[in-house]
């Protein structure tokens, strides 16, 4: 896969319903129909804000969403944590192409601008890729959809 550009989803605001439906589907205990959550709106709060939550969109050479991430205040788990990466999603056809580590680096990237010295996230599927990008896992936490690694990369 060719490289593929990181832009801030206010750039992309289209981008929004298939994101919206990606988060269903991935995280149907939240966003599903009985869940708490409600994923368009909180798509809509990224592009309402000038902090947090900011969330990237990985956009492939022919302009398809490939990815996404999102920097957030707080998370689910440990409250006294900030900031949070999460919303982390590739799209199927796009995994073992480099994407994830692309958006990860984005959103390291993004903390550091915005002056953060740590970055915290949590993921039951990418330990392997945010270990090799120097993020450590430090605890666990039950989810939704099981348990968890709680990880931290210094930036």
Not at 95 to 123: D, H, I, N, Q, W
Not at 131 to 148: E, I, K, N, Y
Request: charged share 20%; hydrophobic share 45%; net charge negative.
């Amino acid at each position: 896969m060719a490289p593929v550009n990181i832009r801030d989803l206010k750039e992309v605001p289209e981008a929004v319903p298939e994101l919206a439906a990606w988060f269903e589907a991935e995280w149907a205990p939240h966003y599903g129909p009985d869940g708490p959550g409600d994923a368009a709106e909180d798509l809509a709060e990224c592009l309402e804000v000038d902090g947090l939550p900011r969330c990237l969109v990985a956009l492939d050479p022919d302009g398809a969403v490939a990815g996404t991430i999102a920097l957030k205040a707080a998370s689910i788990s440990h409250h006294q944590l900030t900031p949070w990466g999460g919303a982390f999603l590739v799209a199927r056809k796009c995994r073992g192409r480099g994407v994830g580590t692309a958006l990860v680096a984005a959103l390291e990237e993004l903390a550091r601008t915005l002056k953060f010295a740590r970055v915290y996230m949590s993921t039951d599927t990418a330990l392997g890729l945010l270990q090799r990008r120097g993020w450590c896992a430090f605890d666990t936490a039950p989810s939704l959809r099981g348990t968890v690694h709680v990880c931290v990369v210094d930036l």
